[in-house]
């Protein structure tokens, strides 16, 4: 391998890489929910993605985090065209695919690969090593020089697992092996972006360093993009250049690596990086802000109006709830970072006077008394 880093891609004056890969415009996906008896009609819809701009350029490793259930894996399927979207769009290279039909898709198809989020799962059973990283080949009609077998065996070594390896079942590997054939089936097809759909959540800690450290050399030697999906702060820090920060199938957030840890502006940003654990002296500990939320994330089935993050905010007021704040940038240095907040917070992540406790209850608890009824 080599090792020579792959630099930050150019940054343009809205936040965006200048040499984009993949832009997406207003994507929405909302699932429908049928009702009623003896005939069945739609009564609501799951709005598990609703609106969301995103950028990818070329060569670029771009982290999607949120807590569970705010549409993150939804999204890498909509990307990857697994999903139909609802509304919005989704450019490829300059081509629009949002919609495009299975013939239209299949030239970029082997362009777009995915990692998948369960290693157990994603891999067929019933089907050799060699056979699950050739199969791509084989639907592509892509003969290697050198034959499918010798391209397997050097993906195989690519990822750190034996060559000879090829004819064993996916039961004689650990988890964290089963990931790293995952990603030498997303690598048989020379892509040039990838989804990796949080792809160490479901290993050990002591494999998930493994695997991120495999997945950026392959990055440095090969050049490809990345959609980075996580809900592990520590280790989409540590992979992507950009961060983009979701809830509630809305984008809050978007920021370089620094900026978004360093200096981050929505409220839900600052709570979300206040839950990381870290260890460090009492002196350190007690430097950095605790934000506790109330409750839990509202339903996506029917969202809180304006500022969907309103209802655990201790700075949501009145326009917060008539009015949709824009993902827009506030300070006027061009640095690319965008909120979507009506009253920002302060660039920092110091800590305050007191902790910022939501919960009633809690706060009750803590203080040894029993809550009022």
């Keep these: 391998m080599s090792d020579n880093l792959t630099l930050p891609a150019p940054q343009g004056t809205s936040g965006t890489p200048a040499d984009a890969l993949l832009e997406v415009k207003g994507l929405t996906k909302h699932f429908p929910i049928y009702g009623g008896f003896p005939i069945k009609r739609r009564v609501g819809a799951v709005q598990a993605v609703d609106g969301i701009d995103l950028t990818v350029g070329v060569g670029e490793s771009v982290g999607l985090v949120g807590e569970s259930g705010c549409g993150k894996s939804t999204t890498g399927r909509l990307i990857t065209r697994l999903l139909e979207p609802t509304a919005g769009s989704i450019t490829y290279a300059g081509q629009d695919i949002t919609h495009a039909s299975r013939r239209q898709i299949a030239p970029v198809r082997s362009e777009i690969q995915m990692i998948f989020q369960d290693p157990y799962s994603s891999l ?16 592509n009609g892509i003969e290697p020089e050198g034959g499918r077998e010798k391209k397997v065996r050097e993906l195989l070594e690519l990822v750190g697992l034996n060559p000879e390896h090829y004819n064993r079942f996916p039961h004689e590997f650990s988890g964290g092996q089963r990931q790293r054939i995952g990603v030498a089936r997303a690598l048989a097809l020379n892509p040039k972006l990838i989804v990796a759909d949080e792809p160490v959540s479901a290993l050990d800690v002591s494999i ?48 370089d690596r620094e900026s978004i840890y360093n200096r981050p502006r929505h409220p839900y940003t600052h709570a979300l990086l206040s839950a990381v654990p870290e260890v460090g002296v009492d002196s350190e500990a007690a430097d950095r802000e605790r934000i506790r939320l109330s ?3 509202p339903s996506p089935i029917h969202p809180p109006s304006g500022c969907r993050f309103r209802t655990r905010c201790w700075k949501a007021q009145d326009k917060c709830a008539t009015e949709e704040p824009p993902l827009v940038q506030l300070s006027g240095n061009g640095d690319g970072h965008l909120t979507a907040c009506h009253f920002p917070e302060d660039p920092t992540t110091g800590s305050r006077g007191d902790d910022i406790v939501m919960d009633p209850a809690l706060m009750a608890m803590e203080e040894g008394d029993t809550p009022e009824a």
Excluded: C, W
């Design 124 to 139: 067929n059973p019933r089907q050799t090593v060699g056979s699950i990283i050739k199969s791509p080949m084989e639907v």
């Design 208 to 255: 998930q360093a493994q695997v991120v450290n495999l997945l950026q050399e392959v990055q440095r030697e090969l050049g490809i993009a990345f959609l980075f999906i996580a809900h592990d702060l520590a280790v989409v820090r540590h992979f992507s250049q950009r961060v983009a920060v979701m809830y509630l199938g809305k984008v809050v957030e978007v920021g």
């Design 295 to 297: 409750g839990d994330v």
